[in-house]
């Protein structure tokens, strides 16, 4: 369903049940103001020497009460009724004193029964009661208003001939315990309405009187607010469409541009000029637009990096796995050959499968520390533990390299804040790099050290070190020394790379300088992690 | 009394490699291929345990946890994945060590002896590395049961070493807490009560060892 239709749909279904019940609500108050009003006529005549007169007389008592036509011609206003813009000093639900005329001049029923007319009386059904019938022809004066009274036993039976029948349907009212039951007849082809009512006494023949007003309708002002109400309702609908136009076309056109901006992977933002609501969505769905581009970006960059890598690293994995397979299928022919071992073959075969090893480990580092969110754990690192490891990971192919390779830590924990696989890669690079690029009888030492608020690791060796101009551009990527390069021709410059890069990360510093002992010197340095002692 | 170790791998062909050097090393190990039988184990019963990561049945860290509810055995934990979460989340749980692969059977060796050895340091003042005895507390030496005189600094020298016999002690730590800084200092003097230290052990002067790029170093085990 689209938004206008429901919107219609909802003025309307709340509009005209609440209008039907407020019409219905009106009237039904009116009616019974204006029966009240008979009702209390009623009895006030009765109590006042009304009842006296019919105990008196029950056979001829009954009749039109008083004589005199109403001061004013018009129906409503003088009747009990409720009265629109009258003065407070016509009480409500007071007899109207229209008609009735206290009883003077003794016990005379002519005094109370001026008119004593024979008439038809019938009721007239509900849906006629309204209508041009009751009101007099334009133009022509105003039949006079009058009241009519007649009094029954309990039994609902009158001693006096010429009342009428007690009615069938005000005698059910009553038997249900009402206190007043009302309805609307004809008499004498004019419209008039009844009310039956109980009296406080149930003795004698006017324990129960029907009070009519003759001349008159039940009223019923609240009917001639359905059209006028009909009316509102369709305006007030027309009103509600009308505005809800700009608003769904406008969400229309957001709609389309959306999904033009989706197509376009969210490049071109939306128009999201105004202040409203509809703006609102607009600028939230600019945001994560957005959001989305970046992500999308960080993702494509990340997987470009990580290709990249791939590309580069493929070769270099694939080729030391050569070499690996040609030393193995030469020690098998060696064997068969019932030749010794050559261990030089056995030695470079190590080599190589710490190499292949490294070289995957590094990749790994390398998409942790790519692209334009590096993937970075913080936790509290020992480096103690990690120099151990880092050092027993070095020591066989340092052994076939015939380098010794030493450590020195201290006692206790030295604690960084870092990802450890990470500093621990970095790590084992550069004792790697010491190792590899040492010679037979070489040393490199791993010294750790901790004071003050900070760390010192040390790598040193006794290899062919490095020219001053050199030693600034070591760690660039795939950049190495020429004498390395021709020694390790395989090597690849990413191990000091993603030292620095690591470094980098967790702010250490990372220094390369010619050794004392002729080498090379790399420290790592940097904050120790806080609530760590120092030595 | 060889030490028992528990090792969980679910590789046959790493499992018998490490079998075979466990055994190499005069251990007796226990090899379980996967998670649910491990936790079969009584932990208690062995020395260590050398536990895989990745794991049929039972995942290797619930095996860590459910070891680490009833028993402080060190845990060296095998993992594939070079991955820090892993790593942390191990020692988080109480395993003592990581090895990555892929390793070299020394490497694991040495995590395994590390393990091992490091209850044995804080166990007394008494340190005897061959023929040469020292004892921390009483400020006593012995060269094969002869009682050998050394002056102050030069007691304190192999003290300091022999507090923590096989590790390198690096000469700027010795020269900072051992050498009074009023009297004496710098390198040059470090190297001479060294000296003079050998001269005084004799035949066990081999036990102070000189480690390259660090400084010295008690051997434990001479003569290799």
């Known amino acids: 369903m689209t938004l206008r239709r429901r919107l219609g749909l909802t003025v309307l279904l709340t509009a005209i049940p609440l209008v039907v019940g407020l019409i219905w609500l009106w009237e039904r108050l009116e009616l019974r103001s204006f029966e009240d009003g008979l009702r209390t006529f009623a009895v006030t005549h009765m109590e006042s020497q009304g009842r006296e007169r019919c105990e008196e007389n029950p056979t001829t008592w009954g009749g039109i009460l008083g004589g005199r036509p109403p001061p004013r011609g018009r129906r409503n206003d003088d009747g009990p009724g409720p009265r629109r813009g009258r003065g407070p000093g016509r009480g409500r639900g007071r007899p109207p004193p229209d008609g009735f005329r206290p009883p003077r001049r003794g016990p005379g029923i002519g005094e109370d029964f001026p008119f004593d007319p024979p008439h038809r009386d019938e009721r007239r059904p509900p849906d006629q009661r309204r209508g041009a019938m009751g009101d007099p022809p334009a133009g022509m004066p105003p039949r006079p208003q009058r009241y009519e009274i007649w009094a029954y036993a309990v039994d609902y039976l009158s001693d006096n001939p010429r009342a009428p029948k007690f009615p069938q349907a005000l005698r059910a009212n009553l038997d249900a315990g009402e206190d007043c039951a009302g309805e609307s007849l004809e ?31 039940p009223p019923a002002t609240a009917r001639e607010l359905v059209w006028p109400a009909i009316i509102l309702c369709g305006v007030l609908l027309f009103a509600v469409l009308l505005t809800s136009g700009p608003i769904v076309r406008r969400i229309r056109r957001l709609t389309t541009q959306v999904r033009e901006s989706a197509a376009e992977r969210y490049a071109t933002p939306v128009d999201a000029s105004g202040t409203d609501e509809i703006a609102g969505l607009a600028r939230a769905f600019n945001d994560a637009g957005d959001e989305l581009r970046a992500h999308v970006q960080t993702i494509e960059e990340r997987e470009q990096t990580l290709r990249r890598f791939l590309g580069n690293t493929t070769h270099d994995v694939m080729l030391p796995l050569t070499v690996l397979q040609g030393h193995l299928a030469a020690m098998r022919k060696q ?37 334009a969110s590096p993937t970075i754990s913080r936790y509290p690192v020992d480096l103690v533990e990690l120099v151990e490891r880092a050092t027993a990971r070095q020591k066989t192919i340092a052994g076939a390299r015939g380098v010794e390779l030493n450590h020195a830590v201290p006692e206790g924990e030295v604690v ?34 901790n004071g003050s608020g ?30 390395a390069r021709s020694r390790h021709p395989e090597g690849s410059g990413l191990g000091l790379h993603i030292a620095r890069d690591v470094a980098h990360h967790h702010g250490f510093d990372l220094a390369f300088r010619p050794s004392e002992h002729g080498g090379l010197e790399v420290e790592f340095s940097g904050p120790l992690y806080e609530g760590s002692d120092d030595m | 009394m060889r030490q028992k170790i528990l090792l969980v791998e679910d590789d046959v062909q790493l499992g018998r490699q490490i079998v075979s ?46 070891v680490r509810t009833t028993s402080d055995v060190p845990v060296l934990v095998l993992s594939a994945r070079n991955d820090t979460e892993d790593k942390v989340r191990a020692l988080k749980l109480g395993a ?109 002067a081999k036990c102070v060892a000189t480690v390259w790029g660090v400084g010295y170093r008690l051997e434990t085990q001479v003569g290799e």
């Open chain 1, 187 to 217: 008499v004498n082809g004019r419209p008039s309405y009844q009310v039956a009512v109980p009296m406080a006494w149930t003795t004698g023949p006017c324990a129960i009187v029907i009070m009519r007003k003759i001349g008159v309708e």
């Open chain 1, 335 to 371: 064997l068969e050959a019932g030749e010794d071992l050559d261990p030089l073959l056995v030695n470079a075969s190590l080599e190589e499968a710490q190499y292949m090893g490294s070289l995957v480990h590094n990749l790994s580092a390398v998409a942790k520390l790519e692209g």
């Open chain 1, 416 to 449: 960084v804040e870092g990802d450890i696989t990470l500093i621990e890669q970095a790590v084992s690079n550069v004792i790697h790099n010491a190792v590899r690029y040492n010679e037979d009888g070489g040393h490199v030492a791993v010294v750790l050290r």
């Open chain 1, 454 to 483: 900070r760390f010192s690791l040390r790598v040193l060796d006794d290899g062919p070190g490095m020219p001053e101009e050199l030693l600034a551009r070591l760690p660039e990527r795939r950049f190495r020394g020429e004498e």
């Open chain 2, 21 to 66: 050097h466990l055994h190499q090393a005069d251990f007796s190990p226990k090899w379980v291929q996967n998670g649910d039988d491990a936790l079969g184990e009584q932990p208690d019963e062995y020395s260590l345990l050398i536990l895989d990561l990745m794991l049929p049945g039972a995942y290797g860290l619930d095996v860590l946890k459910h």
């Open chain 2, 96 to 204: 003592d060590d990581f090895v990555t692969k892929p390793f070299w059977p020394e490497e694991l060796m040495a995590r395994v002896h590390a393990r091992l050895r490091r209850p044995v340091l804080q166990r007394s003042g008494l340190i005897q590395a061959g023929d040469l005895a020292v004892d921390v507390i009483a400020r006593r030496v012995e060269v094969a049961g002869a009682p050998i005189e050394l002056t102050k600094v030069e007691f304190d020298l192999l003290a300091a070493l022999a507090k923590r016999p096989g590790a390198a002690i690096p000469r700027d730590w010795l020269v900072d807490h051992v050498l009074d800084p009023e009297r004496e200092g710098g390198g040059r003097t470090l190297d001479v009560h060294i000296s003079r230290l050998r001269k005084k052990l004799g035949d066990a």
